[in-house]
């Protein structure tokens, strides 16, 4: 079922030098592995094939857009069944560390160094149900209300027939690190209501929904199960562009297992034991 979702925004398959070409579900299966245990290339089982072959396809795809294209068209099934919320949308960052060998590219990789040391952070915005709808890389030392208004813009959905996409929900839910009057007057702007508790040193002036803040941990537990992904829970690659493709690729599974809890609810399937495509 999820293969069924993937193949259409592949390439076509095309031999070389009359060579058979390596099948597109064995190349993903094994860029999948690589995703989940964070093993370099060339410690790639055989049984998907060439390290090479696998790396090099996965290469072309990102620089092609493919993981962007599924993201978005998985997100626009969902609008269109209904289960993609828009009543209440939330935000959060998580700081990745970065290994070592992450370093050394040139220009700006989405690469600083926190209180955690050499990281890349993660900012990220997720529906109502706790799927990812879009995210921001930057470097680790940056602060997560300085990339709200990019998330904002980002995720936007193709809606049914005519009519500019949708990204905008009526609530936002953010925690202290997003209190601040610029952030609430350009929610205010855009019509979302902010559910974002002051801190200390502010007056509590807002109106406060503590019964929806407490769905915040939807967007925490996304993060923990995108980090289950050890190429995303550490970041090996230099280039952000390679990074950015792992995390829409583990954003695309979370899409892929909500198609499969969907249809089990709707069919009474047995239940689903792999992840893998």
Same mark, same amino acid.
């Given at each position: 079922?999820?293969?069924?979702?993937?193949?259409?925004?592949?390439?076509?398959?095309?031999?070389?030098?009359? $060579?058979?070409?390596?099948?597109?579900?064995?190349?993903?299966?094994?860029?999948?592995?690589?995703?989940?245990?964070?093993?370099?290339?060339?410690?790639?089982?055989?049984?998907?094939?060439?390290?090479?072959?696998?790396?090099?396809?996965?290469?072309?795809?990102?620089?092609?857009?493919?993981?962007? $294209?599924?993201?978005?068209?998985?997100?626009?099934?969902?609008?269109?069944?209904?289960? @993609?919320?828009?009543?209440?949308?939330?935000?959060?960052?998580?700081?990745?560390?970065?290994?070592?060998?992450?370093?050394?590219?040139?220009? %700006?990789?989405?690469?600083?160094?926190?209180?955690?040391?050499?990281?890349?952070?993660?900012?990220? +915005?997720?529906?109502?149900?706790?799927?990812?709808?879009?995210?921001?890389?930057?470097?680790?030392?940056?602060?997560?209300?300085?990339?709200?208004?990019?998330?904002?813009? @980002?995720?936007?959905?193709?809606?049914?027939?005519?009519?500019?996409?949708?990204?905008?929900?009526?609530?936002?839910?953010?925690?202290?690190?997003?209190?601040? *009057?610029?952030?609430?007057?350009?929610?205010?702007?855009?019509?979302?209501?902010?559910?974002?508790?002051?801190?200390?040193?502010?007056?509590?002036?807002?109106?406060?929904?503590?019964?929806?803040?407490? %769905?915040?941990?939807?967007?925490?537990? @996304?993060?923990?199960?995108?980090?289950?992904? +050890? +190429?995303?829970?550490?970041?090996?690659?230099?280039?952000?562009?390679?990074?950015?493709?792992?995390?829409?690729?583990?954003?695309?599974?979370?899409?892929? @297992?909500?198609?499969?809890?969907?249809?089990?609810?709707?069919?009474?399937?047995? *239940?689903?034991?792999?992840?893998?495509?």
């Amino acid at each position: 079922m999820q293969w069924s979702n993937i193949v259409a925004f592949l390439p076509p398959q095309r031999s070389f030098k009359g $060579r058979p070409p390596h099948d597109h579900r064995r190349i993903l299966n094994g860029i999948l592995w690589v995703l989940r245990t964070g093993a370099p290339w060339r410690d790639l089982p055989e049984r998907y094939g060439k390290w090479n072959s696998v790396y090099v396809r996965f290469r072309r795809w990102t620089q092609c857009g493919i993981w962007q $294209r599924l993201l978005h068209a998985l997100q626009r099934d969902a609008d269109l069944q209904g289960r @993609l919320d828009w009543k209440t949308h939330f935000v959060d960052g998580t700081v990745i560390r970065a290994h070592p060998c992450a370093a050394g590219a040139h220009g %700006e990789q989405a690469l600083g160094r926190s209180r955690g040391g050499f990281s890349t952070k993660l900012h990220l +915005r997720a529906e109502g149900n706790g799927k990812p709808m879009a995210f921001v890389l930057s470097g680790g030392e940056r602060h997560e209300a300085k990339f709200l208004e990019s998330l904002l813009d @980002l995720g936007k959905v193709k809606r049914a027939g005519r009519g500019r996409p949708r990204s905008k929900s009526a609530v936002l839910v953010g925690d202290r690190g997003y209190s601040y *009057p610029s952030l609430r007057r350009l929610l205010s702007k855009r019509n979302i209501k902010a559910v974002i508790p002051t801190r200390r040193d502010q007056p509590c002036s807002f109106t406060f929904d503590a019964f929806v803040y407490r %769905e915040r941990n939807k967007i925490e537990r @996304l993060v923990g199960r995108l980090k289950r992904h +050890r +190429r995303i829970a550490t970041r090996y690659d230099k280039l952000a562009v390679i990074f950015e493709a792992w995390v829409t690729i583990a954003c695309i599974l979370e899409w892929l @297992l909500d198609v499969v809890a969907f249809h089990i609810s709707n069919h009474r399937c047995g *239940p689903v034991t792999s992840t893998t495509a």
